[in-house]
């Protein structure tokens, strides 16, 4: 019985360091969204959200707009309307980038538009990036966009899911992560071996570069991009196609980067954004990611870059909605949830 | 009096279901191989046959009742083909190899992708469709010892 005593205390002291669920309350902004993907907070009571099934929806204060304009996207399979970012001067020239398939059935691919937002529109469309590797499968875009400064946007690309292949071709731009010039438009792959990229994030205080991308049936994983490095698909991979199948003998390959975290079983991971505040002070310097599978939020401790394995954890049990994007915003954490019903929720501390 | 073998019709049809999951896990483990190599994995012989052989007792098992769904009508086609349009190993091989290729075009359509490895090709499509052909002629082998 002292044990056990000493045990529960042990765990209490413990405790104030240690975010629980319980500490979080799920405070829905709004609902009625269909299948939201990408979102963008202007301000804590502004957002941009996108709807894969089409349209980019703006919520002021609570309220719904849809905004007329945007991208005349490809709707099929995992295509659509994807992601969306503000320009790094956003409050001076209103510009937003919007990530979508476009195409048709036997030849589509990716691109990125730039938008000038209005109070209800969405004005003079800039094409930004035209993946110039096609594909005839409606799978495996990537499209997360993150800006790394004034100029500087990188783009996840997938593998199209029949071309796995090329992730390895320095010639293809599938199964890539992408860095476009903004004012020149000049776009050149900045690192291979990718499956199906889903988050992407720069830290600009330590000038990295954080992506997540779906591994098969395992194999999901978090990695720190840089220039020119190969992340290994599908020469090595930790998992199996969904047939049962084997996709590569190797778990490593000379020459490829490892990831420094590989969830297997996989959570099909979607989202990602690095948590810098007060609001939750334990989370400084973890990555906050959706899982879609489990209908979870992940976080991951990359305080110490430079580790080769990043501890990870379930931050929310289950929070019965498959989360599609997460962004934080002064210390404020919102996400959106994927269904014909998506939300947009923040999580607030319940003290 | 009757030259009997130790397969009935069920037990052929069983053979000729294991013969085709067989052979497409084959083909597909094979096609995977090729694939990897020429991003320079460098598989060498003996790491192709171990990789096939893996793949094997979790690939062969789905395949071929996959294969034993789609041999169930073929061969039911074959039988009435048989009786007066076309000689019977002919039927049989060919009901085979449409019922394989029916099976992994009706993926296509319903995953938008080809879940196939072997499939995204025309040559692995090729060797797909022949495994098909192989496990009909295998089972009208078997069953016409029993006539």
């Known amino acids: 019985m002292r044990i056990f005593s000493l045990l529960i205390s042990l765990i209490a002291l413990a405790l104030p360091s240690t975010l629980l669920a319980q500490d979080f309350r799920m405070q829905m902004i709004t609902d009625g969204l269909s299948h939201p993907w990408g979102l963008a907070p202007i301000t804590s009571n502004d957002f941009l959200i996108t709807q894969k099934t089409g349209g980019i929806i703006r919520i002021t204060e609570g309220k719904k707009t849809l905004l007329e304009g945007g991208p005349e996207a490809y709707i099929r399979g995992q295509g659509g309307v994807l992601d969306i970012a503000l320009d790094p001067n956003f409050t001076k020239n209103q510009w937003v980038y919007i990530s979508y398939s476009e195409g048709t059935k036997k030849d589509n691919g990716l691109s990125i538009a730039r938008f000038t937002l209005t109070d209800d529109a969405l004005i003079e469309p800039v094409e930004i990036f035209r993946q110039s590797s096609r594909r005839s499968t409606p799978a495996h875009y990537g499209g997360r966009i993150a800006f790394s400064d004034d100029a500087t946007l990188f783009v996840s690309t997938g593998d199209a899911y029949n071309n796995r292949e090329d992730a390895q071709k320095p010639d293809s731009q599938l199964g890539k992560i992408i860095r476009i010039d903004t004012n020149t438009l000049k776009a050149e792959i900045y690192s291979i071996g990718h499956r199906n990229p889903q988050g992407l994030v720069f830290d600009a205080s330590s000038n990295i570069l954080y992506s997540h991308e779906h591994g098969p049936k395992g194999g999901d994983e978090v990695n720190v991009i840089t220039k020119g490095a190969n992340y290994g698909w599908p020469l090595a991979t930790f998992g199996v196609d969904y047939s049962g199948a084997q996709i590569s003998p190797f778990t490593e390959f000379e020459g490829t980067v490892q990831p420094n975290v590989n969830w297997t079983p996989s959570i099909a991971p979607s989202g990602m954004a690095l948590y810098q505040g007060e609001q939750f002070a334990q989370l400084n310097n973890h990555l906050i990611v959706g899982s879609l599978k489990f209908k979870q939020i992940h976080i991951v401790d990359v305080s110490d870059p430079s580790k080769t394995t990043f501890d990870t954890r379930v931050l929310t049990p289950n929070i019965d909605e498959r989360v599609r994007d997460v962004r934080v915003l002064d210390g404020r954490i919102f996400i959106v949830t994927d269904s014909k019903d998506g939300k947009l929720i923040e999580l607030t501390p319940t003290s | ?147």
């Open chain 2, 1 to 147: 009096m009757q030259n009997r073998t130790f397969l009935t019709p069920l037990g052929s049809w069983v053979a000729a279901a294991l013969l085709c999951g067989t052979l497409l896990s084959l083909v597909n483990s094979i096609s995977v191989v090729i694939g990897l190599n020429s991003i320079n994995a460098n598989i060498s012989v003996l790491g192709a046959a171990l990789f096939i052989a893996n793949d094997l007792p979790n690939l062969a098992p789905v395949l071929a009742m996959v294969s034993g769904i789609g041999f169930t009508i073929a061969f039911t086609l074959a039988n009435l083909l048989s009786r007066n349009l076309i000689a019977r190993p002919m039927a049989y091989a060919a009901c085979g190899a449409i019922a394989i290729f029916t099976a992994v075009a009706a993926m296509h359509p319903i995953f938008e992708t080809t879940l196939l490895p072997a499939a995204r090709g025309p040559i692995g499509f090729s060797f797909l469709v022949a495994s098909g052909a192989c496990g009909g002629f295998l089972y009208q082998h078997l069953t016409s010892r029993q006539l």
